[in-house]
């Protein structure tokens, strides 16, 4: 529907009529991104529907939103202000999406910690038998083990969409 007003936006040979479909495009997406932010705040888990969903949509809009920002359209319009009011919303929809990603990665690291302290206990008393450029070596190893079972038992068998 956004991207219809923006087509016709185009049209119009008015910067006036121009802006108010900017406004209204702004308005649009400002209430969306509202609601939702309500939808994330009111889901149980970062890990549970329709947080990924939610995620996956505030970051598409402020993508859009970038784009417009640099669009034909605006190339009349920048003048009043029309970039900045992009770039303020695009802030708008970071601003929403930046604690729920923080959320998630804390989730991680205490689904992850015991994983995380094994690593640990095992490199601390191996470190205490054998020399420094040993202990690295091994640090190496481990963290290289570490990565590919990361990638190949969780990051290659995630179906990821593209947007």
């Given amino acids: ?13 008015d910067d006036l009529a121009q802006r108010r479909f900017l406004d209204l495009q702004l308005l649009l997406t400002d209430d969306f991104r509202k609601r939702l932010a309500q939808i994330a705040r009111q889901s149980e888990s970062p890990w549970s529907e329709p947080f990924p ?3 996956n949509a505030i ?20 003048s009043t202000g029309g970039r900045a009011v992009f770039d303020e919303s695009s802030a708008m929809f970071k601003c929403v999406m930046e604690p729920r990603l923080g959320n998630t990665s804390r989730d ?15 490199f601390a008393n191996t470190g205490a038998q054998i020399s420094k ?4 070596e091994l640090f190496k190893r481990m ?10 038992e969780i990051v290659d068998v995630t179906p990821f969409r593209s947007v």
Wanted: hydrophobic share 45%; with cysteine.
């Fill in 1 to 13: 529907m956004l991207q219809s007003q923006q087509n016709r936006a185009r049209l119009l040979p």
């Fill in 53 to 55: 969903n939610v995620m």
């Fill in 59 to 78: 970051w598409y809009l402020r993508h859009v939103v970038e784009e417009w920002s640099d669009s034909c359209l605006l190339s009349g319009i920048t």
């Fill in 108 to 122: 991680i690291t205490d689904i992850f910690c015991p994983v995380l302290m094994k690593v640990r206990t095992t």
């Fill in 133 to 136: 450029n040993s202990l690295e």
């Fill in 143 to 152: 963290s290289s083990a570490l990565a590919t079972v990361i990638l190949e």
